[in-house]
């Protein structure tokens, strides 16, 4: 028995081995004691994480898979969860305790993974997987580019990022259209932002919402007093500002709220 991949689930299954074990061994296995596995499909990255000093969960929406996993996975049974991730409360499982994420990530949801895994970064020290190429270079790219936006500067507030190898179309089934990309966030040592962090994400977001006008322009909506929009970091445009000050425009705009 094999599962098909269903397109409206945007599922490639890997077949590559070495890939597989090369995904499963990006993992540090440090500052955490367990490992979800998003979207394992037929098991072919699992089966290299089962044999890890790790104990491993996985979750899975498609219930063809889920059965394909229960009768090939005798001992990973009690551990797969039939769930939607982007809407499934991990908490019921771990309770608080810190775990990793991993995957070969559905296409059409990568991003809303690395969103749903931002909002649960005090629980997540490491996150690994594969992605769209495009998406996964966006995530890691550096200001000054222009494919750096808000999937890049919300992750590198907290995590480290970094572009590990690319995969090509050929080694999944049925193939996609594009190359994918391997990446590996590391959650940093001191990851509590010294601003007010839900406005952080605000402003990110407002500002990269219409990238090419000026922090002047784009910041707009939230009222900022003339005295403020005078500075000089105002004159530029999103992509040109480092994580780091992003931080401190944020800290700015709360000064000036008070």
Same mark, same amino acid.
Do not use: W
């Given at each position: 028995?094999?599962?098909?991949?269903? +397109?409206?689930?945007?599922?490639?299954?890997?077949?590559?081995?070495?890939?597989?074990?090369? *995904?499963?061994?990006?993992?540090?296995?440090?500052?955490?004691?367990?490992?979800?596995?998003?979207?394992?499909?037929?098991?072919?990255?699992? +089966?290299?994480?089962?044999?890890?000093?790790?104990?491993?969960? !996985?979750?899975?929406?498609?219930?063809?898979?889920?059965?394909? =996993?229960?009768?090939?996975?005798?001992?990973?049974? %009690?551990?797969?969860?039939?769930?939607?991730? =982007? +809407?499934?409360?991990?908490?019921? *499982?771990?309770?608080?305790?810190?775990?990793?994420?991993?995957?070969?990530?559905?296409?059409?949801?990568?991003?809303?993974?690395?969103?749903?895994?931002?909002?649960?970064?005090?629980?997540?020290?490491?996150?690994?997987?594969?992605?769209?190429?495009?998406?996964?270079?966006? *995530?890691?790219?550096?200001?000054?580019?222009?494919?750096?936006?808000?999937?890049?500067?919300?992750?590198?507030?907290?995590?480290?990022?970094?572009?590990?190898?690319?995969?090509?179309?050929?080694?999944?089934? %049925?193939?996609?259209?594009?190359?994918?990309?391997?990446?590996?966030?590391?959650?940093?040592?001191?990851?509590?932002? %010294?601003?007010?962090?839900?406005?952080?994400?605000?402003? !990110?977001?407002?500002?990269?919402?219409?990238?090419?006008?000026?922090?002047?322009?784009?910041? +707009?909506? =939230?009222?900022?007093?003339?005295?403020?929009?005078?500075?000089?970091?105002?004159?530029?445009?999103?992509?040109?500002?480092?994580?780091?000050?992003? *931080?401190? =425009?944020?800290?700015?705009?709360?000064?000036?709220?008070?």
């Amino acid at each position: 028995m094999s599962v098909k991949a269903k +397109k409206h689930l945007g599922q490639h299954f890997l077949r590559d081995e070495n890939i597989a074990k090369k *995904i499963a061994d990006t993992l540090s296995l440090e500052g955490y004691q367990n490992v979800l596995e998003i979207g394992p499909g037929m098991g072919v990255l699992t +089966k290299y994480l089962l044999q890890k000093d790790i104990t491993t969960y !996985v979750i899975e929406i498609d219930s063809e898979s889920v059965e394909y =996993l229960q009768a090939n996975y005798l001992n990973l049974a %009690p551990r797969i969860i039939e769930k939607d991730f =982007l +809407k499934y409360d991990l908490n019921d *499982i771990f309770k608080g305790e810190p775990l990793a994420i991993i995957g070969n990530f559905p296409y059409n949801i990568s991003s809303q993974i690395v969103f749903k895994t931002l909002e649960m970064r005090n629980q997540i020290p490491e996150f690994s997987g594969m992605f769209q190429k495009e998406v996964a270079q966006r *995530i890691c790219a550096n200001e000054g580019n222009k494919i750096y936006g808000i999937l890049s500067v919300l992750t590198q507030a907290f995590y480290d990022a970094e572009y590990l190898f690319t995969v090509p179309p050929s080694v999944f089934n %049925p193939p996609p259209k594009v190359d994918s990309g391997v990446l590996r966030l590391t959650r940093k040592e001191n990851y509590k932002l %010294p601003c007010d962090e839900v406005l952080f994400f605000k402003i !990110v977001k407002t500002a990269f919402q219409q990238r090419r006008k000026t922090l002047r322009n784009s910041l +707009k909506t =939230l009222d900022l007093s003339d005295n403020l929009k005078a500075n000089v970091i105002f004159g530029q445009r999103p992509e040109q500002l480092k994580v780091q000050e992003f *931080i401190e =425009l944020t800290q700015m705009i709360e000064a000036d709220k008070k």
